[in-house]
C-alpha cells in the first residue's frame, strides 16, 4: 500500500522545518560513535574506578577492553505498582549480557513520581519538570563513558519521555527500552468512576472511595487505563524502541522476565563493534516520530503527548509543532477504545489484538512509514507479530488478523472513528488542544458564560455550595507551566461529569493540563499563551459567554478582550514553596511554551 499523502506531506514539513539544526545534530552524535568500546579512552585511573565493584568474570571483561558493556538506567523504586516489578530487571539483564559475551552495569537511576498519588496535591507541581530532571539525571548515569548500549526502564508519565529525551544526548549508543507491563485488571472502570461520582456527590464517604480504589489499584504493574502510562508504551512500539509486542505483558510472569532477557541479548546485538550498528540516532527520525503520533491518534492516547513528543523531538534536532498533531488526526481513524475511550482496559485490549492488530491495519492503509529502523531491523512487520513462550522458550508468532473483541479494536475499514479526535483549537484565546474520542457528540460544541478560577480547589468549593447548577465553562488559569508547572486538574473531572451528567452543559477551559484519563468532559487544554506570559486567558471575566466548538477547531470569548486592561497577577508564592517547590524556580523561569514542549532544557549557549 503507498503512503497517505497527508502523512508523506506532514513529514516532509517536519524535515524542512529542522533543516541545518537536525543536520548538525546528526552530524555531532555520529561522530562520537567510536571504532573501540567506549571505555578505551578512559585512563586506567578513570577505568579501574568503573569496574572495581564489579565481579571477577565481569572486572575480568571490562579490563580486556574488547566487549560491549551495557548501561542499565532505571526508575524503579518500591512504592510505585509500575516500577515496582523492575527490581529483578537489573540482575536478568546481568546475566543475559554474560551469557551473550558482554557486560551489563548498573549506570543509574532517575527518579519516578506517580501522577496518581499527587493527582490534586502540591506534588503535582513538580510533575512536568521531573521530565527534564529524569532526563538530566539519564545523562549523569552515562556520563561515565563506559557504555556501548543502555537499556532504559522506566513506564509511567514523565518517566520514558523523559529517559528518550537524556537518550538522545548519548544518540550514538543504541537503546533498547524495557516496559514492567500492567497490572492484572481489578474493579472495572466504569464502576471505579461511578465510585468517584457518587463521592464528589457526596452519596459515599471516603471509606467506600478508598474500598473501590484499591480494588482497581490492587498490585504490580500500571494502572490498567489507557493514560499516559501504557500510551508511552504504545509509542515506544510503535517508534522501534521495543521488542514487538511487550508493551502490554503482566509483570512478574515467565513472558516478561524471558522479554526482558532478550532485551539485554538486543542491545548486545547492536553495539558498534558488532555486525549489526544500531544508533538510537538513525530509530528517532523524523519518520520515527510521525509513525509515533499515528499511533497516538488510531488508539486514542494521552494529550500529554502533545507536549512530551514535542520535547523529544527537539532532543533530536527535529521540530513538531501542534499543526503536524492535527493534521495526522484528521486522516487517521480510531482504531482502539480502551477506557477512558471505551469499557476496556488494556489487559482486554491486549487480548482483543492489541498493537500488533491496530499496526498491522495501518500498515495496510498506507498510515505508517515502512521505511524506519528499530532496533529489531528495518521496518514495521516484526510489530505485527506477538511473542509467546514455546517449551519454556521466548518465540513470536503472527498477531490476530481479526479483533478478538470488535468492540475493543476494529479493522481499518469499521473504525470507531474516521479520524483521531484530538484537534487543536483557536481563537482569540490562542491555541489549544482538545481530545473529543471519549466526547459524546452532543457534547463536543459548547457556548456558555465562563465562570473564571485561579485554582481547582476553588471549583471544587463552588460545586459544594452549589453555585455551578447550571450550563457554563470553567475558565481555570494561571495553571501554565511558568505560573505553577502546569498540574493536571484531573481532579476537575468527576465534579464535572456529575454535572453533565445532570444535563447541564459544561466544558473546561486552561492554560494547564488533563491527565491522559481525560473523559467525557470537553476540555480546551495547554492553552497558549498562558495567563502569565501575557495570554487572553488572563483576561477572561465571569459571565463572558464562551464557544468551544471541536468540531470547527475554535475555542473563543465573544468579547473584545484585547481591548481590556491586563489583570493583576495573583498571588503564586503558595505555589512556588513546599514540597520541593521551591528547588524549581529556575525551571518556570526557563520553561518553554505548551507548543514547544513546555521544556527547560534547550536553552541556546553561545
Given at each position: 500500500m503507498s503512503l497517505h499523502p497527508v502523512l508523506q506531506e506532514v513529514t516532509d514539513r517536519i524535515i524542512?522545518?529542522?533543516?541545518?539544526?537536525?543536520?548538525?545534530?546528526?552530524?555531532?552524535?555520529?561522530?562520537?560513535?567510536?571504532?573501540?568500546?567506549?571505555?578505551?579512552?578512559?585512563?586506567?585511573?578513570?577505568?579501574?574506578?568503573?569496574?572495581?565493584?564489579?565481579p571477577d568474570r565481569a572486572k575480568l571483561m571490562l579490563k580486556v577492553q574488547e566487549q560491549p558493556n551495557v548501561a542499565i538506567v532505571s526508575a524503579y523504586n518500591d512504592m510505585l505498582s509500575?516500577?515496582?516489578?523492575?527490581?529483578?530487571?537489573?540482575?536478568?539483564?546481568?546475566?543475559?549480557?554474560?551469557?551473550?559475551?558482554?557486560?551489563?552495569?548498573?549506570?543509574?537511576?532517575?527518579p519516578a513520581m506517580c501522577d496518581g498519588?499527587?493527582?490534586?496535591?502540591?506534588?503535582?507541581e513538580l510533575s512536568l519538570f521531573s521530565r527534564d530532571v529524569i532526563a538530566m539525571a539519564t545523562a549523569v548515569a552515562l556520563s561515565h563513558q563506559m557504555f556501548d548500549a543502555a537499556v532504559y526502564l522506566g513506564v509511567c508519565d514523565k518517566i520514558v519521555p523523559g529517559l528518550v529525551i537524556g537518550a538522545l544526548s548519548f544518540g550514538h549508543l543504541p537503546a533498547v527500552f524495557v516496559p514492567g507491563g500492567p497490572m492484572t485488571t481489578g474493579v472495572g472502570n466504569d464502576e471505579k468512576a461511578r465510585i468517584r461520582q457518587l463521592y464528589a456527590?457526596?452519596?459515599?464517604?471516603?471509606?467506600?472511595?478508598?474500598?473501590?480504589?484499591?480494588?482497581a489499584y490492587h498490585g504490580p504493574g500500571t494502572c490498567t487505563f489507557y493514560g499516559t502510562a501504557n500510551s508511552n508504551q504504545m509509542l515506544m512500539e510503535f517508534m522501534g524502541l521495543h521488542l514487538p509486542g511487550t508493551s502490554?505483558?503482566?509483570?512478574?510472569?515467565?513472558l516478561r522476565e524471558a522479554l526482558t532477557r532478550e532485551a539485554a541479548r538486543q542491545a548486545v546485538s547492536l553495539w558498534h563493534g558488532g555486525g549489526r550498528y544500531t544508533p538510537l540516532c538513525d530509530v528517532l527520525d523524523e519518520k520515527a516520530f510521525v509513525n509515533g503520533i499515528v499511533g497516538l491518534m488510531a488508539t486514542g492516547g494521552s494529550t500529554n503527548h502533545t507536549l512530551h513528543l514535542v520535547a523529544m523531538a527537539r532532543a533530536a534536532g527535529i521540530e513538531l509543532n501542534w499543526d503536524d498533531f492535527h493534521a495526522l488526526s484528521e486522516v487517521v481513524p480510531l482504531l482502539a477504545r480502551v477506557y477512558p475511550n471505551g469499557k476496556a482496559d488494556v489487559n482486554g485490549f491486549q487480548a482483543a489484538g492489541g498493537l500488533q492488530f491496530v499496526i498491522r491495519q495501518l500498515r495496510r492503509g498506507g498510515l505508517l512509514h515502512e521505511d524506519v529502523t528499530t532496533i529489531v531491523g528495518k521496518g514495521l512487520e516484526a510489530y505485527c507479530r506477538e511473542p509467546y513462550l514455546k517449551d519454556g522458550r521466548l518465540a513470536w508468532r503472527d498477531g490476530a488478523e481479526t479483533p478478538g473483541d470488535d468492540s475493543i479494536v476494529r479493522p481499518l475499514d469499521r473504525p470507531f472513528s474516521p479520524?483521531?479526535?484530538?484537534?487543536?483549537?483557536?481563537?482569540?484565546?490562542?491555541?489549544?488542544?482538545?481530545?473529543i474520542s471519549a466526547v459524546a457528540p452532543e457534547h463536543q460544541v459548547v457556548e456558555a458564560p465562563a465562570i473564571v478560577f485561579d485554582d481547582q480547589d476553588d471549583v471544587l468549593a463552588a460545586f459544594q455550595r452549589g453555585e455551578l447548577e447550571r450550563d457554563f465553562v470553567a475558565v481555570v488559569r494561571w495553571q501554565g507551566p511558568a505560573a505553577n508547572g502546569m498540574p493536571e486538574l484531573h481532579k476537575l473531572t468527576p465534579t464535572l461529569s456529575v454535572l453533565q451528567g445532570r444535563g447541564f452543559h459544561v466544558a473546561l477551559v486552561t492554560d494547564g493540563r488533563m491527565s491522559g484519563a481525560s473523559g467525557k468532559v470537553?476540555?480546551?487544554?495547554?492553552?497558549?499563551?498562558?495567563?502569565?506570559?501575557?495570554?487572553?486567558?488572563?483576561?477572561v471575566r465571569t459571565g463572558d459567554r464562551v464557544r468551544l466548538d471541536a468540531r470547527r477547531g475554535v475555542l473563543e470569548v465573544l468579547a473584545d478582550l484585547g481591548a481590556r486592561p491586563a489583570q493583576a497577577v495573583p498571588d503564586l508564592r503558595p505555589h512556588r514553596r513546599g514540597v520541593g517547590r521551591d528547588l524549581f524556580g529556575h525551571m518556570r523561569r526557563a520553561v518553554s511554551a505548551a507548543e514547544e514542549g513546555a521544556c527547560t532544557l534547550f536553552v541556546d549557549e553561545d
Open positions: 524542512a522545518r529542522g533543516g541545518d539544526r537536525r543536520a548538525q545534530w546528526l552530524e555531532e552524535t555520529r561522530a562520537r560513535a567510536g571504532t573501540k568500546v567506549e571505555r578505551s579512552h578512559l585512563s586506567c585511573t578513570n577505568l579501574a574506578h568503573g569496574f572495581a565493584a564489579m509500575a516500577h515496582q516489578p523492575l527490581a529483578d530487571f537489573p540482575a536478568w539483564i546481568k546475566e543475559a549480557a554474560l551469557a551473550a559475551g558482554a557486560t551489563a552495569q548498573f549506570a543509574g537511576g532517575v498519588v499527587t493527582q490534586g496535591q502540591a506534588g503535582m456527590e457526596g452519596k459515599v464517604g471516603r471509606a467506600e472511595l478508598l474500598e473501590a480504589e484499591s480494588q502490554f505483558v503482566n509483570p512478574h510472569t515467565p479520524d483521531g479526535g484530538l484537534r487543536v483549537l483557536e481563537g482569540n484565546l490562542g491555541r489549544s488542544i482538545i481530545k470537553p476540555a480546551a487544554i495547554h492553552v497558549t499563551p498562558e495567563a502569565l506570559k501575557g495570554g487572553l486567558i488572563g483576561r
